[in-house]
């Protein structure tokens, strides 16, 4: 098979993924708390819980998201419990996040969530050859530069 083509193969099953992530992001999911979290709403406890004393921008940097996009999530978790805001920074000014007791219980669901499903990647990855990893490695760092580019920019694709 020509390299090219492999190329072309691995693009159109990164793009599978892709899409298939785009489903489950709509998918609620219970991490052990008895209420359902989106896709967003679970990674913006789990930055939050990994990085205490957050604001609302880092948290979207973080999250490769706007600040228009994170505020609203932010507010949700707020209601439902599972963040708190308090007044912080130099002048007391800044708004930082923290997690509530309910918030860390969803957090260590999420994370036990994720040590089961990279369990499962470790195991069927441990067989593979380092050099393999570190070329996927590097073709998704390409990939992402490349999306970051024309994020960017106004430059068509």
């Given at each position: 098979?020509?390299?090219?083509?492999?190329?072309?193969?691995?693009?159109?099953?990164?793009?599978?993924?892709?899409n298939?992530?785009?489903?489950l992001?709509?998918?609620?999911?219970?991490?052990?708390?008895?209420e359902?979290f989106?896709?967003?709403?679970?990674?913006?406890?789990?930055?939050?819980?990994?990085?205490?004393?957050?604001?609302?921008?880092?948290?979207?940097?973080?999250?490769?998201?706007?600040?228009?996009?994170?505020s609203?999530?932010?507010?949700?978790?707020?209601?439902?419990?599972?963040?708190s805001?308090?007044?912080?920074?130099?002048?007391?000014?800044e708004?930082?996040?923290?997690?509530?007791?309910?918030?860390?219980?969803?957090?260590?669901?999420?994370?036990?969530?994720?040590?089961?499903?990279?369990?499962?990647?470790?195991?069927?990855?441990?067989?593979?050859?380092?050099?393999?990893?570190?070329?996927?490695?590097?073709?998704?760092?390409v990939?992402?530069?490349?999306?970051?580019?024309?994020?960017?920019?106004?430059?068509?694709?």
């Open positions: 098979m020509e390299r090219q083509q492999q190329y072309m193969q691995l693009i159109e099953t990164l793009f599978r993924v892709i298939k992530f785009y489903a992001e709509k998918i609620p999911r219970d991490y052990g708390v008895g359902n989106y896709r967003q709403e679970i990674h913006a406890i789990a930055v939050i819980g990994n990085h205490p004393d957050i604001n609302v921008m880092q948290l979207a940097e973080q999250l490769g998201v706007t600040k228009g996009t994170i609203p999530v932010v507010t949700k978790l707020e209601k439902r419990g599972y963040v805001k308090l007044k912080g920074g130099e002048s007391n000014k708004i930082l996040l923290r997690l509530t007791i309910k918030g860390q219980m969803a957090y260590h669901g999420h994370e036990m969530f994720h040590l089961k499903l990279h369990a499962e990647l470790f195991e069927e990855f441990d067989r593979e050859n380092p050099e393999h990893i570190e070329f996927l490695k590097r073709f998704l760092q990939g992402e530069h490349l999306v970051d580019k024309y994020l960017q920019t106004d430059e068509k694709l």
